[in-house]
């Protein structure tokens, strides 16, 4: 019969896939068209591809076809493919992840450990225009009279410094949670570790901090601890709020301060660059960093779980929340077990866990029948 070879089925052996042959017609039926490749109206189509969208209008309206009848999600959660992710690029992907942990932690330290010592005794300075209007000094300047105000470069590295004692702390506590506690403990910390703590530590920095008080962020968050608050009404879950406030007000003050002082450092050495390559670096490096404020991986898992996990109102609930999590610390065990066919075990378990992303997530909750693609 014509059509490609036979194709393993999600969840099953080769030997029970079923093998449907696929005729031209077929092919062409179910083809796909990028958008770059869409033909003008009247133009004269190609094989496997369509003169325009109408066709594919015509038969979705008409009932003919219905949207997402090839598609549904795995009832296991997918960690009967987690085999599929051992591949070698993985090795790759985590040794880059690895690298960018110690090259910024690394570089955190260095700089700012330099500056503090650079400027050991001299924490306050007189303050001109720019330096007075920082959020702290002008805060400072409410109650002490005088010029005398922070340094900003010292600022700076104490917040950066401050950042990364935040994240080791949570790396300890983890590391504490997986020694001591049961088997569901480990499980969530290593998952917490590797998925939460490690790409943190590969990309932070100060100004990072605004992400968290960003309203596409920060809104939902709150909402979901005030339907904790609201549903709970406990002492636990009031702590879990006012921490949270305590976090997030603490984040917007690190992320706001740091903004303003690199904002004044980049201005500053953009003014008085000899040249203009060198006032177009320094321009290019500020605005990465302010880009990277915005952390587009960690909001699309959110998006992602939220989609899954949170049903048709879009909300993780306080067990939704759980059930995502557990999904999370499942799939670190199963790739555990995964890497027993692999050797060395620990090396391959820490390839694929670094080297998962979005599109991993993908393809283990969704299987996709009958549909064939071009």
């Known amino acids: 019969p014509s059509g490609p ?69 795995a009832s296991d959660g997918g960690f009967s493919e987690v085999k599929t992710l051992f591949t070698w690029g993985r090795l790759f992907w985590a040794l880059v992840q690895i690298l960018c942990v110690l090259l910024n932690v690394g570089y955190i330290l260095q700089v700012n450990l330099a500056a503090l010592a650079s400027q050991w005794g001299n924490f306050l300075v007189e ?11 002008y805060i400072i300047g409410l109650f002490l009279e005088g010029d005398l105000r922070l340094n900003p470069q010292s600022l700076l590295a104490f917040l950066e410094l401050a950042m990364l004692a935040v994240n080791l702390g949570k790396l300890v506590w983890y590391i504490v949670r997986y020694v001591r506690g049961e088997e569901v403990d480990r499980w969530h910390s290593l998952a917490g570790i590797l998925w939460d703590i490690v790409p943190e530590l590969g990309s932070f920095s100060a100004m990072k901090s605004l992400y968290f008080v960003t309203p596409k962020v920060f809104m939902p968050t709150f909402t979901l601890h ?117 050797r060395p075990r620990v090396v391959w378990f820490a390839a694929v866990s670094l080297a998962y992303g979005d599109d991993d997530f993908q393809k283990l909750t969704l299987n996709e029948h009958n549909k064939i693609k071009q």
């Open 226 to 342: 005030c339907s904790w608050l609201w549903e709970e009404r406990t002492r636990d879950s009031l702590i879990y709020f006012l921490r949270f406030l305590l976090v997030s007000i603490f984040h917007a003050f690190v992320g706001i301060e740091a903004f303003m002082i690199k904002f004044i450092v980049a201005s500053e050495e953009h003014r008085k660059s000899p040249s203009f390559p060198v006032a177009f670096i320094i321009a290019a490096a500020f605005l990465n960093q302010l880009l990277g404020v915005v952390d587009v991986n960690k909001f699309a898992q959110k998006r992602l779980f939220t989609f899954i996990f949170g049903g048709e109102d879009s909300f993780l609930s306080i067990y939704e929340e759980a059930v995502s999590q557990t999904w999370m610390a499942m799939l670190a065990m199963s790739i555990w077990r995964g890497a027993a066919d692999h």
């Open 127 to 137: 303050a001109d225009n720019s330096s007075r209007h920082l959020l702290l000094n």
């Open 5 to 73: 070879p036979p194709r393993q089925e999600r969840g099953r052996p080769l030997a029970m896939a079923r093998v449907l042959p696929v005729s031209t017609e077929v092919r062409q039926e179910h083809a796909v068209v990028p958008r770059h490749l869409r033909k003008l109206r009247g133009a004269k189509p190609t094989d496997g591809s369509f003169d325009d969208l109408r066709e594919v209008w015509d038969q979705y309206k008409s009932g003919a076809k219905t949207f997402f009848s090839s598609m549904d999600f």
